[in-house]
C-alpha cells in the first residue's frame, strides 16, 4: 500500500484518501449487503487521472471500484478485496456540453440526475430518467437505471446515445456517436450500459434530452384493492396510453408516507399518475385511464397540477424507503426488485402479497408498474434472523415466479453480489459463458469490480 499511496501523493494531495474514518464512508450504500472499507480512495478531476489511477492499480495488482453517490441497492459498488482502490468520481462532476438543436448534453459521470435538470431548465429540455433518489449519471447508466419516468420516456438504454470508457490498459476508448441511430459496428455503448463497472470507467456519457412537456398533470387514485389497481395499469398500457408516470403503492407503503409526508391519503392500495402532454392529450389520456380504472373499482381521483403539489406527491413517493424503515424503529430495509410481461403483473404481484401477509412481515410492494416492474421493501430488525429467512424465502419465491413467466430477476437495480445466483438460473450456463468471456477479454486480470455479477468471482 505504500508503495501505491507513495506514487499517487504529489498528484492527488487531498483528494488521496487514507484516514480509517473517511474510508468507512464508502462502506456504507442503501443496500443491505456487508462492505468491506476499501484500502485507498481517490477522487479525480480528470480523464487522464483516472487513466493514471488505472494504469498504476495495473501495476500493483490493486482492485478498482468506481463509486458515484452510494445508492446502490444490491452491493454494485461493494469492497469485496484487500488492496481495493476506491474512484470516487463526485469530483468529476462537469455538465460539459448542451446542445438544445440536437437534444442532447454531454457529462462527466458524477453529475447527478438533479444536478443536470435544475442546470438545464432554462432550455425547455429535460433528462427523464428517475430512479427516485438523486444518482450519479454515471451509477445510473453503469445499472441500466431506469425508473419512474420509463413506461414513457425509456430507460438509460434508450437515452444514452455514447460514452468515453477507462478499459483495463489505461486506453480510453470512444463509443456510439451523436446521431440518433448508427448501424456501424458492434454496439459498445450498450454493452458497457448496465455492465456495473466491471469492464471499465465511464469518464464521459452523451445523453438524450426531451422537450419539457407543455402540461403536466398528476393524480392519486385509490382501489379497493391491489389486482383492481394492476389490472387499470395493464389496461392502459396496452391501450398505448402514453402515459407519462404510473406508480403502484400498496396499502402498508401509504401508511408509511402518509406518517412520514403528512399526506392523509386513504390508506389503500393506491396508483400515482403522472400526464404529460398538450392540454388536449392530457384530457384524452385521462378520459381513457378514468374509464379503466372506474371499472376496476377505482375509488377518489384526486388531482395535483400546481407544481408544488406534484413535487409534494413525487417526493413523498421517492422517500417511501425512508418511510418504510421508520415504521420499524431500529430495522434496516432489504429492496429487491424483479420485472415481468405487462399481461403476467397481477398475478405476479398478488402471489408476492399473499406471501408476504402469511409471513408477518412488514414489506411494502412498489413498483413502476406501468412497465412491469416491482419492487419490495423488506424491513427487518438486524437480530431477528427468523425474519431475515422469512424474507429470504419469499425474494427467492419472487424471483422463480418471475423467471416462469419470461421475466427477470431485477428489472433495475442490477446484479451486484445479491442477485449473482438468480441471474445464473435466468439465463442459463451457455448465456453466462459468454458473458465471462467478453470480461475476461476486456479486463483479464479481473481488475473492476471484482466480485460482481458472476457468482465464483468473489
Not at 13 to 23: D, E, K, V
Not at 66 to 95: P, Q, V
Not at 176 to 205: C, M, N, P, Q, W
Not at 326 to 352: E, F, H, K, Y
Request: with cysteine; proline share 3%.
Amino acid at each position: 500500500m505504500d508503495s501505491l499511496v507513495n506514487s499517487l501523493a504529489d498528484r492527488f494531495g487531498s483528494r488521496l484518501i487514507t484516514a480509517p474514518s473517511a474510508r468507512a464512508q464508502y462502506a456504507q450504500s442503501e443496500g443491505h449487503h456487508a462492505h468491506q472499507t476499501p484500502s485507498l480512495v481517490v477522487q479525480p478531476a480528470t480523464v487522464e487521472e483516472v487513466q493514471l489511477l488505472v494504469q498504476r492499480a495495473a501495476e500493483d495488482h490493486w482492485s478498482i471500484v468506481a463509486y458515484g453517490a452510494g445508492t446502490s441497492l444490491e452491493g454494485n459498488a461493494a469492497t469485496t478485496h484487500a488492496d481495493s482502490l476506491c474512484i470516487d468520481f463526485s469530483r468529476m462532476n462537469r455538465i460539459i456540453e448542451v446542445s438544445a438543436a440536437d437534444l442532447l448534453c454531454v457529462v462527466e459521470p458524477g453529475v447527478t440526475r438533479e444536478q443536470l435538470n435544475e442546470d438545464i431548465r432554462a432550455t425547455g429540455l429535460f433528462f427523464p430518467v428517475d430512479p427516485g433518489a438523486n444518482a450519479s449519471l454515471g451509477g445510473m447508466i453503469s445499472t441500466r437505471a431506469s425508473g419512474t419516468t420509463t413506461v414513457r420516456y425509456g430507460s438509460m438504454r434508450e437515452n444514452i446515445l455514447g460514452l468515453k470508457m477507462v478499459t483495463a490498459d489505461g486506453s480510453l476508448v470512444l463509443t456510439g456517436t451523436r446521431a440518433r441511430k448508427s448501424a456501424s459496428g458492434y454496439d459498445l455503448t450498450h454493452l458497457f450500459t448496465g455492465s456495473e463497472g466491471t469492464l471499465g470507467l465511464i469518464v464521459e456519457a452523451s445523453l438524450r434530452l426531451h422537450g419539457q412537456p407543455d402540461k403536466i398533470l398528476a393524480a392519486t387514485w385509490d382501489f379497493g384493492s391491489v389486482e383492481g389497481a394492476v389490472d387499470t395499469v395493464i389496461a392502459t398500457i396496452q391501450s398505448g396510453v402514453p402515459i407519462a408516470r404510473m406508480e403502484l403503492l400498496d396499502e402498508a407503503a401509504i401508511r408509511a408516507c402518509n406518517r412520514q409526508s403528512a399526506l392523509r391519503l386513504p390508506e389503500k392500495p393506491m396508483l400515482f399518475l403522472e400526464f404529460h402532454g398538450s392540454e388536449a392529450s392530457v384530457a384524452d389520456q385521462l378520459s381513457l385511464v378514468r374509464l379503466f380504472g372506474e371499472g376496476n373499482g377505482g375509488g377518489q381521483l384526486q388531482f395535483a397540477t400546481a407544481t408544488e403539489d406534484r413535487n409534494t406527491l413525487w417526493k413523498a413517493r421517492h422517500q417511501a424507503l425512508w418511510a418504510a424503515k421508520n415504521m420499524v424503529p431500529g430495522a434496516v430495509a432489504w429492496i429487491t426488485d424483479v420485472c415481468v410481461p405487462i399481461s403476467q403483473l397481477s398475478d405476479a404481484i398478488i402471489r408476492a402479497k399473499t406471501a408476504i401477509e402469511a409471513s408477518g412481515l412488514f414489506a411494502p410492494i412498489l413498483g413502476h408498474v406501468g412497465d412491469g416492474n416491482f419492487h419490495i421493501f423488506f424491513i427487518l430488525r438486524t437480530d431477528d434472523t427468523a425474519s431475515w429467512d422469512k424474507a429470504r424465502i419469499i425474494n427467492e419465491a419472487v424471483i422463480d415466479q418471475a423467471l416462469s413467466v419470461g421475466g427477470t430477476c431485477t428489472g433495475e437495480h442490477g446484479i451486484g453480489l445479491g442477485k449473482r445466483l438468480a441471474m445464473q438460473r435466468e439465463h442459463g450456463a451457455d448465456s453466462v459463458a459468454t458473458m465471462r468471456r467478453i470480461k475476461d477479454a476486456l479486463d483479464p486480470t479481473g481488475l473492476f469490480n471484482p466480485g460482481k455479477i458472476f457468482l465464483d468471482r468473489l
